[in-house]
């Protein structure tokens, strides 16, 4: 569905991806785990068109991508940004009718809603509130359910658990996985490895602008240098 | 009316114009601008060359000096909007500078000496229909479905990327058409004046205008007609404390935006509707006192 190849991105001087490829295949959950500054948010940046690579080719569902962010959105790639970003001032009802701002079909928007809603019981309750008044976990949820307005097919998600309490990474890993049965496929990025490798079909591992380690989540979560690296006390803990 | 009152409320309707389209881009996009008198002059000077030299009647000067402004500030908008908040507001300051000196250093349009001998063909009549016309137009536009994402794009640019926003194309609107009514107050200030000059138009004008907006109110248009009305009339009204006019007009400002942080209608907007409501909701506390007061009668 979505194939990088050789992908280069650089903040100037710095080179922040250093010839990443990848791909993500129809219905599969893929997760990309990393170190703080690996480049995983620059490479969902990259792919949703925030971020001009210096090369590399990029193709989503067999043509090559669009070259700007709206255009991307429309083609079907739906980005859950870092930090939610939620547009502070507007009703929760109002964010996510923004989600659906490309589309026309008014009758399949009405019952995206009812799906967003039956899926994040929360929203429901508080529509009418504005969404800067919410909880971080609720902010979240909001941006993943204004991304799920968009209809597109894949879904970016960049680091949906930072700076949420445990019990609130749990129900997002569970939302994740409701979103993956309602047909989407899942790109995520995660510093929360331990979570990230139990919920994704396949993996990457990316070191310094490179990928350093592919293959099937639980493979990769075996790994003795990936469990060393990243797993660490939490693999221990957690079995 | 004597002249003098008709000279202020003439040069408040000029100035309203110029306000508005920078409400647009400032209030509404979330855009600062400290170059928008570089488009008043690019207005004034192309309007003055199609009445004077040309010959041709006011209107077309005056939508002249609209297409110029616009299609300026369309080459700027393309070099610039890509860049962030504060580099976007010095490249505006530079390109204010740099079309005043060059106007300064060109000659043939009369140079730093100035240009006199322009019709006086800017009336209180074709300045209030314009004022309306502008009100009238921004109000549909910021309504619109592009007035939404141009607040979208001020609330929350990368949101509204991910929504689908092309938040370029809607800066770039936002830009050109506060040009474009930039270009016209140039035009009518010019045939008001019956001469221009380069210094008209400097930086210090630009910011004059942004602080109409910023004390008017962000994202309210009765705001900037009540700030470019206010600031107008306010220096003349001071004109009584002589030297010390611009030091109370300085702390005036200063104070009232202490007082009202959001500037005069900071997010609401003045119209029939908005009135009726807040009249309703008057009665209806009046209402409730009363029968408060009843029914505590009634229980004695």
């Not at chain 1, 991806?17 to 480049?39: F, H, P």
């Not at chain 1, 396949?202 to 979560?221: N, P």
């Not at chain 2, 058409?177 to 630009?206: E, R």
């Amino acid at each position: 569905m979505l194939n990088v190849e050789n992908l280069h991105v650089a903040y100037g001087g710095i080179r922040a991806l250093k010839g990443v490829s990848l791909r993500v295949e129809e219905g599969e959950i893929v997760t990309i785990i990393g170190a703080n500054g690996a480049g995983k948010s620059t490479l969902l940046n990259a792919i949703s068109g925030f971020l001009k690579p210096a090369a590399g080719t990029m193709s989503f569902k067999g043509k090559p991508l669009g070259r700007r962010p709206d255009i991307i959105v429309r083609d079907g790639i739906c980005h859950v940004p870092e930090g939610r970003l939620v547009f502070a001032n507007l009703s929760v009802e109002n964010n996510l009718a923004m989600g659906a701002y490309l589309r026309n079909d008014k009758k399949a928007v009405a019952a995206d809603l009812e799906r967003v809603y039956s899926l994040f019981p929360r929203l429901a309750e508080r529509s009418k509130q504005s969404a800067g008044t919410l909880s971080g976990g609720e902010q979240q949820m909001l941006a993943m359910g204004r991304a799920l307005m968009t209809d597109g097919d894949l879904v970016l998600m960049d680091e949906p658990s930072l700076g949420l309490a445990p019990l609130l990474v749990q129900t997002v890993f569970e939302i994740i996985g409701e979103i993956h049965k309602l047909g989407k496929t899942i790109l995520l990025v995660e510093q929360n490895a331990f979570r990230a490798l139990s919920v994704a079909d396949r993996a990457y591992v990316l070191e310094q602008g490179r990928i350093v380690k592919e293959g099937k989540a639980s493979d990769v979560a075996a790994d003795p240098a990936v469990r060393d690296s990243y797993l660490g006390a939490e693999s221990k803990a957690g079995g | 009316m004597s002249s003098y009152l008709e000279g202020i409320i003439m040069l408040s309707g000029i100035n309203l114009i110029a306000v508005l389209g920078l409400s647009l881009l400032t209030g509404f996009a979330g855009l600062f601008s400290f170059g928008h008198a570089g488009f008043m002059a690019i207005g004034a000077y192309s309007a003055a060359i199609c009445t004077t030299i040309f010959k041709l009647p006011f209107f077309v000067g005056i939508a002249a000096a609209a297409a110029a402004a616009a299609g300026a500030s369309w080459l700027i908008g393309r070099a610039t909007l890509r860049l962030k908040g504060d580099y976007f507001c010095i490249a505006t300051l530079g390109f204010g500078e740099a079309i005043r000196l060059i106007l300064d250093n060109f000659q043939g349009l009369g140079g730093a000496r100035g240009w006199p001998g322009i019709p006086p063909h800017t009336t209180l009549v074709n300045i209030l229909i314009l004022d309306v016309i502008g009100v009238v137009l921004l109000a549909n536009l910021v309504r619109s479905r592009h007035g939404r994402n141009m607040i979208a794009v001020r609330e929350e640019e990368l949101a509204a990327q991910v929504a689908g926003i092309n938040t370029f194309k809607y800066k770039m609107l936002a830009l050109v058409v506060s040009a474009a009514y930039a270009g016209v107050a140039g035009a009518l200030l010019g045939h008001y004046m019956t001469f221009i000059q380069p210094k008209m138009f400097s930086m210090v004008k630009s910011t004059e205008l942004t602080i109409i907006v910023i004390f008017g109110g962000l994202g309210s248009i009765s705001g900037s007609v009540l700030g470019a009305v206010v600031l107008t009339f306010l220096p003349e009204l001071l004109r009584a404390v002589d030297k010390w006019r611009l030091v109370v007009y300085g702390l005036a400002v200063i104070g009232i935006m202490i007082g009202r942080p959001r500037g005069l209608m900071g997010g609401f907007e003045l119209t029939p509707k908005s009135v009726r409501a807040h009249f309703a909701r008057l009665r209806e506390a009046k209402a409730a006192r009363a029968d408060q007061a009843a029914e505590e009668k009634g229980g004695l």
